[in-house]
């Protein structure tokens, strides 16, 4: 019965299935200015969240070794 049932899903996932009718479009083209621009900006944005989360965690600045007012205490 289970392999009926594998056999008509696969069937049918494959009558659902048409060839496109034309070339398929190439994606447009990234330059290195471009990409050097999106790494910046999400690094600049990881390094944000990161410090933003550290700032909320006495332990993790303790264990980083960054020395703030709550040096030593506890979460």
Same mark, same amino acid.
């Given at each position: 019965?289970?392999?009926?049932? *594998?056999?008509?899903?696969?069937? *049918?996932? *494959?009558? &659902?299935?048409?060839?496109?009718? !034309?070339?398929?479009?190439?994606?447009? &083209?990234?330059?290195?200015?471009?990409? #050097?621009?999106?790494? +910046? #900006?999400?690094?600049?944005?990881?390094?944000?969240?990161?410090? @933003?989360?550290?700032?909320?965690?006495?332990?993790?600045? +303790?264990?980083? !070794?960054?020395?703030? @007012?709550?040096?030593?205490?506890?979460?």
């Amino acid at each position: 019965m289970r392999k009926f049932l *594998l056999l008509g899903a696969s069937a *049918l996932m *494959l009558a &659902a299935c048409q060839p496109s009718d !034309g070339p398929v479009k190439a994606a447009p &083209a990234i330059s290195a200015e471009q990409i #050097a621009t999106n790494n +910046t #900006a999400i690094n600049d944005w990881f390094e944000k969240g990161f410090n @933003e989360d550290i700032m909320r965690s006495p332990m993790a600045q +303790t264990y980083m !070794g960054i020395k703030t @007012e709550d040096y030593g205490k506890w979460d």
